[in-house]
Structures are given as structure tokens and as C-alpha cells.
């Protein structure tokens, strides 16, 4: 499958930023979907106290809803943890999984990524693991190698373009306006291609590989043409449905 057979996916990570009245960007977001649904797949993810709001406005619409994180367990003693299978009964088809901001801040390793994979994909939800170098590691020539014991550690045994998408986000990237070269983001996708292939099969031919790190409307249309990248994975210009829409509108 080449990459203009493999569906392109715009996913906005809302962080902890959003209350009920952020609906309002939602609407607009749905309003603005239709012209682009047919070339693109639009899936927004906020905070966990918003998921089940938000799924029922975007109920029949072209937006579909996600969670940023899941516990590994299906239920149990874990408080203020939400499990996979809540955050499907809430109304989302998808859950981010290892984020540079929950590997840095909550210290989850590969491992505990590959439990929550493996959550979501128990609770049939599209699992996002995000995979990604910090500017050291980058500095030190070791974007490969940190990015490949990533891919290792953190992906599930026998997972499919159904089940699982992977993001590549240079750490350096998310947040400081800095954004790699596109040669930077081409070497690094088609390293992961290449990973998913050997691990994968046949069935690495489908998986979508977004980038995320610093994409805005202006930017977009340059970093979504390289090969074997399928979308992104937008942080703070998925706020704002006018940025949202303006870097999916890159596949018009």
C-alpha cells in the first residue's frame, strides 16, 4: 500500500487545556469537517471530563473523539486513573498511549506503553503510541537508535492498521516552534516504515505514521507531502478550530 492508499489522520491533542464552554470550538470544527472527510480522517482529544460531552456533539459528524491516556487495567483500586474501556463507553474510538509528556512527567516506560496499547486495543479503541527523541539525544547523533528501542518496547505483538497508529514526535519539536527539517522528518518516517515492516509484515503496508512537533496551517502543506507521513498529531493549534482546520486542509 502506497502512501496515497493509507487513509491520512489529523489528531488534536487538547493537553490539559479546555472546559465545557471549548465546545464552541468543537461546533466549529464539525461545521468545517464536511468539505475535508472525504480526503481525510479528523479526530480531537480532550481532556478525559469533556469526552463524553464531546462525543455526543460530534455524534453522526465527520470529527471523530479521543482520549490522551488509559490505565492498563480494565477496572480496579487506580484513583484518578481511567481505564480504556471507560473512555469507549464515553463515546471515544481512540486514546493517545505514551506521550513524551507522560513518559517525561509520569515517568512511564516502553513497557507500560505497550500495557496501554494493548488496553486500547481490548477495548476497541484506535491506539496512538507516540515515539520520539529529546534535543540531547538528537544532539548526541542517537535519533535512530532512542527512536528504535521506542518502536521495540512500546508497540504490541500483532497490531494492525485497525488497531494501532504510531506518532512520531521529536521531543525538541512540541511546543518551541522549532520544527525539523524535511529531511529530518523523511529519515526518521522511513526508519519507522522500515521497523514496522520487519516487525509487522504485509500489514505495516497500512499503518499510518503521523508527525507531531510545532505543524500549524503554515507548515502543514510541506510536512504532510513527505513520504510515510500520514497525517498529524497537532497539540496547540488544535485549540483553535480555524488552525485545526487549516493543517487538515492540506489534503484538499
Known sequence: M?????????????????????AAEL?????????????????????ATLVQAFAVAAAGSKV??????????????????????MLRDAGASAVIVGHSERRAYHKETDADV????LAARRAGLLAIVCVGETKDERGAGRTLDVVGAQLAGSLPDG???ETMVVAYEPVWAIGTGVTPTVADV???????????????????????????????????????AVADVDGALVGGASLKANDFLGIAAAYR
Open 159 to 161: 497490531a494492525t492498521a
Open 2 to 22: 502506497t502512501k496515497g492508499q493509507r487513509r491520512p489522520l489529523v489528531a488534536g491533542n487538547w493537553k490539559m487545556h479546555g472546559v465545557m464552554a471549548s
Open 64 to 85: 471523530a473523539i479521543g482520549g490522551q491516556d488509559c490505565h492498563a487495567e480494565p477496572m480496579g483500586a487506580f484513583t484518578g486513573d481511567i481505564a480504556a474501556e
Open 186 to 224: 523523511t529519515q526518521v518516517h522511513g526508519f519507522i516504515r522500515k521497523r514496522l515492516a520487519a516487525r509487522y509484515g504485509a500489514a505495516a503496508d497500512g499503518m499510518r505514521i503521523l508527525y507531531g512537533g510545532s505543524v500549524k496551517p503554515a507548515n502543514a502543506g510541506e510536512l504532510l
Open 27 to 47: 461546533v466549529k470544527i464539525i461545521q468545517g469537517a464536511g468539505g475535508l472527510a472525504a480526503k481525510v480522517d479528523l479526530l480531537v482529544c480532550p481532556p
Open 114 to 117: 505497550r500495557e496501554k496499547a
